[in-house]
């Protein structure tokens, strides 16, 4: 009767946090209630965990890992920066697909007869290795320690996928077949593939990210995300968890949406963007007509002096100059002055999603002032200056105006349709997609180059004086 009630209990505990999960998600959906639904839904997570507790013969080893792993995991979220939390992402979304990993690892070996429930462990296992091994290239990516493709691996990074699919498959007939009762399979056999399954999962996630730019991470991000919720689900199956296949099912659900709103942001399929890729003969500067106009930081103070309608596009310059709260105080300053201020924010500018919306909700700049392309492109003419930091493919006019470019397509802010363009950046270097950008040689664009910072601090020093 005491074994009954505490799986009655931890039935229902497993509802609860599901409703919190649930309703922690749709708080996210809106900037004012998004830092308590990460509450709420974190809450809902431990409740999960400590009623799983219940039934375990030693707690004391398993609250002891929580532990351990909350601090360590606080000691992460207290001391990155802003700009590092897409590399600390996809390494969350790694140990995600990693504990899956270990935790079908532990329930095969549990088996001590061929059934089916080996292929449900089977496709958890190469989930969570292709999440996690995955999802380190993309880290070191997203850090800029990765550089550069190589076409030779590339290609061999293909036709490694195409052979880790076909094992797959072998190994779900053998494990059907030995199911079903044929003498030439059996448990040594099927023990043998899956121990080289374990390998080719992890080597498959090398062979998955290596080849996509970094121009793409955000999207291969988004994607690993789902991953790991799929795993996690899947771990949910094997172990009869009700709380873990609804927290899998959430992320794997809400990471594919997102994946696929990416995707449409880019105009691109997700065959094209993880099979195929931009091509490498974009535009380059000698093919450009017109002439780079540098501007000082105090003539770029004059024209933006006398603006009175502003529309500001960061990239991920600002991210990396760490230039979000002096933007936020130009801003400021240029509403002061009786100009009309907003931010034209690309779905796809940084290095995961919402990259651009996470530092400037940092710097406490109004949701209301974030507009996405098709927001602000119908009225780009009346924009007296577009300000552009750090951006350089979200705003690149190749994607509308050269049908042979390899973003051609692809929505964009056309913020060359401004009356005047200021674009502040370190050099006339090329964006992820590896294509030269026209907007620097127009004839309405003004090239501010320095670190993004220090620029901006000097027009606010200036509107101060």
């Given at each position: 009767m005491m074994e009954l009630d505490l799986n009655l209990l931890q039935q229902l505990g497993y509802i609860f946090s599901a409703i919190l999960f649930i309703y922690g998600l749709k708080m996210l959906s809106n900037e004012s209630t998004a830092a308590r639904g990460n509450v709420v839904s974190s809450i809902g997570?431990?409740?999960?965990?400590?009623?799983?507790?219940?039934e375990i013969v030693n707690p004391v080893l398993v609250l002891s890992a929580v532990l351990l792993g909350a601090l360590i995991g606080s000691?992460?979220?207290?001391?990155?920066?802003?700009?590092?939390?897409?590399?600390m992402v996809a390494l969350f979304n790694g140990f995600g697909g990693l504990s899956s990993f270990f935790l079908a690892w532990s329930e095969f070996n549990n088996l001590s007869a061929i059934s089916l429930i080996m292929v449900l462990s089977f496709m958890t296992v190469l989930i969570g290795g292709i999440t996690f091994s995955g999802s380190v290239v993309a880290f070191f990516k997203l850090s800029e320690i990765l550089k550069g493709n190589n076409?030779?691996?590339?290609?061999?990074?293909?036709?490694?996928?195409?052979?880790?699919?076909?094992?797959?498959?072998?190994?779900?007939i053998q494990v059907?077949?030995?199911?079903?009762?044929?003498?030439?399979i059996d448990l040594a056999l099927i023990q043998k593939i899956f121990i080289a399954l374990l390998i080719i999962s992890l080597f498959a996630g090398l062979a998955f990210v290596l080849p996509i730019g970094g121009g793409d991470m955000p999207v291969v991000i988004s994607l690993l995300n789902s991953f790991s919720g799929i795993a996690a689900a899947s771990a949910g199956v094997l172990l009869t968890n009700t709380a873990l296949i609804v927290a899998g099912c959430l992320v794997g659900a809400s990471g594919l949406v997102l994946t696929l709103?990416?995707?449409?942001?880019?105009?691109?399929?997700?065959?094209?963007?993880?099979?195929?890729?931009?091509?490498?003969?974009?535009?380059?500067?000698?093919?450009?007509?017109?002439?780079?106009?540098?501007?000082?930081?105090?003539?770029?103070?004059?024209?933006?002096?006398a603006a009175r309608s502003a529309l500001i596009v960061p990239g991920y310059g600002m991210a990396v100059a760490q230039a979000q709260h002096v933007v936020k105080e130009l801003g400021d300053l240029l509403e002061e002055n009786g100009c009309e201020v907003s931010y034209g924010i690309h779905?796809?500018?940084?290095?995961?999603?919402?990259?651009?919306?996470?530092?400037?909700?940092?710097?406490?700049?109004?949701?209301?002032?974030?507009?996405?392309?098709?927001?602000?492109?119908?009225?780009?003419?009346?924009?007296?200056?577009a300000i552009v930091i750090g951006a350089n493919d979200v705003v690149n006019p190749s994607a509308t105006e050269e049908p042979g470019s390899p973003i051609y397509g692809m929505p964009?802010?056309?913020?060359?349709?401004?009356?005047?363009?200021?674009?502040?950046?370190?050099?006339?270097?090329?964006?992820?997609?590896?294509?030269?950008?026209?907007?620097?040689?127009?004839e309405n664009s003004r090239m501010l180059f320095g670190?993004?910072?220090?620029?901006?601090?000097?027009?606010v020093a200036e509107f101060k004086d």
């Open positions: 997570m431990l409740f999960a965990v400590l009623v799983t507790v219940i000691a992460f979220a207290l001391k990155v920066k802003m700009t590092s939390i897409p590399e076409n030779f691996l590339n290609k061999a990074s293909r036709w490694f996928l195409i052979f880790s699919f076909l094992f797959v498959i072998i190994a779900v059907i077949a030995g199911g079903l009762g044929y003498e030439f709103i990416m995707a449409k942001s880019m105009n691109r399929t997700l065959y094209n963007i993880f099979f195929v890729g931009y091509e490498s003969s974009g535009s380059s500067a000698a093919e450009i007509d017109g002439e780079i106009k540098p501007i000082s930081a105090e003539d770029a103070y004059l024209v933006v002096e779905p796809v500018a940084g290095r995961m999603p919402g990259h651009m919306n996470v530092l400037l909700a940092e710097a406490n700049v109004s949701y209301d002032n974030l507009l996405e392309p098709k927001d602000i492109n119908p009225t780009m003419e009346t924009v007296d200056i964009i802010l056309e913020v060359h349709r401004a009356k005047t363009v200021m674009v502040l950046k370190r050099s006339m270097a090329s964006g992820f997609a590896g294509v030269q950008n026209p907007l620097f040689f127009k670190d993004a910072k220090e620029s901006i601090s000097k027009l």
